[in-house]
C-alpha cells in the first residue's frame, strides 16, 4: 500500500511569519512529488511540483525534496490570512502507471 | 470557462436511485480521474482512464462505474446509491508526456444520500 503521510494540523502560524509544512511517502520508486493547496468546500489547486532533490522557489513558496529520507516539504514565506487552507501532498507511483497518492493533508490556520 | 466542469454542482437523492455525475474538460488532455474526499480520509480514486478505450479501476471502485463518452467526457454512475456514498466528488485530467505529469481538478459535486 503505497501511502503519503502529512500531520493532519491545525498548524497555526502569525502573519508574517514562515509556515512549514512535512510530508513524508513510502513508494521509493516516486519521482514527481505535488503540493496542492484546498480551501474548505472547494477544489484542489496546485502550487507547486517538485520532482528533483533540493530546493524549488516559486514567489513566497519553497519546495524541498530528499528522496533519501522519502521526504517533501512546503515553505511559504510571509504568510498571510488567505493562505489559511489545507495543503494536500501527492506523490505519483512507480510501476508504470501515472496514478498519484494524496496525502490526507495539513490544516494551516494563519492568525492575523 | 473553466478548463475542467462538473455538473451537477449539488445533488441529493434517495437510497437506491441512480444517478450520474458528469465531467467536461477543454484541456485537451487524454488522461481523467474521478475521485471521492472525505473528512479524515483525503481524495482516493474511484477509476481512471488513460484514453477513451482504456479504463481502469481505483482504489474504491465497488458501487460506481464509469463511462468515458469521448475524449473531453467522463461520466460517473452510482448506480444504487447508498447513504455511505455522500462524499464531495471530483473529477480530475492530466496530460500524458508532461513532467512532472500534473492532475488537474475540476470544482467538484457535493452528494447527499438520503
Known amino acids: 500500500q503505497k501511502e503519503v503521510e502529512q500531520n493532519s494540523g491545525p498548524l497555526s502560524v502569525p502573519e508574517g511569519a514562515i509556515a512549514s509544512l512535512n510530508c513524508t511517502y513510502s513508494?521509493?520508486?516516486?519521482?514527481?512529488f505535488f503540493w496542492y493547496r484546498q480551501y474548505s468546500g472547494k477544489s484542489p489547486e496546485l502550487i507547486m511540483s517538485?520532482?528533483?532533490?533540493g530546493d524549488k522557489e516559486d514567489g513566497r513558496f519553497t519546495a524541498q525534496l530528499n528522496k533519501a529520507s522519502q521526504y517533501v516539504s512546503l515553505l511559504i514565506r510571509d504568510s498571510q490570512p488567505s493562505d489559511s487552507a489545507t495543503y494536500l501532498c501527492a506523490a505519483d507511483n512507480s510501476g508504470g502507471y501515472q496514478k498519484v497518492t494524496f496525502g490526507t493533508g495539513t490544516k494551516l490556520q494563519v492568525i492575523p | 470557462d473553466a478548463d475542467v466542469t462538473q455538473t451537477p454542482r449539488n445533488r441529493i437523492t434517495k437510497t437506491g436511485k441512480r444517478i450520474m455525475l458528469e465531467c467536461s474538460q477543454t484541456?485537451?488532455?487524454?488522461?481523467m480521474y474521478w475521485y471521492r474526499q472525505d473528512p479524515g480520509l483525503g481524495l482516493r480514486l474511484i477509476y481512471y482512464?488513460?484514453?477513451?478505450?482504456?479504463?481502469n479501476k481505483g482504489e474504491i471502485s465497488d458501487g460506481y462505474s464509469v463511462s468515458r463518452q469521448a475524449q473531453a467526457k467522463f461520466s460517473l454512475s452510482l448506480e444504487s446509491a447508498i447513504p455511505n456514498q455522500t462524499a464531495l466528488y471530483f473529477c480530475a485530467t492530466s496530460d500524458l508526456g508532461t513532467v512532472p505529469e500534473t492532475q488537474y481538478f475540476g470544482p467538484g459535486t457535493r452528494l447527499l444520500v438520503l
Open positions: 517538485i520532482y528533483s532533490n
Open positions: 482512464s488513460f484514453d477513451v478505450k482504456d479504463i
Open positions: 484541456k485537451g488532455h487524454d488522461r
Open positions: 513508494d521509493r520508486g516516486s519521482q514527481s
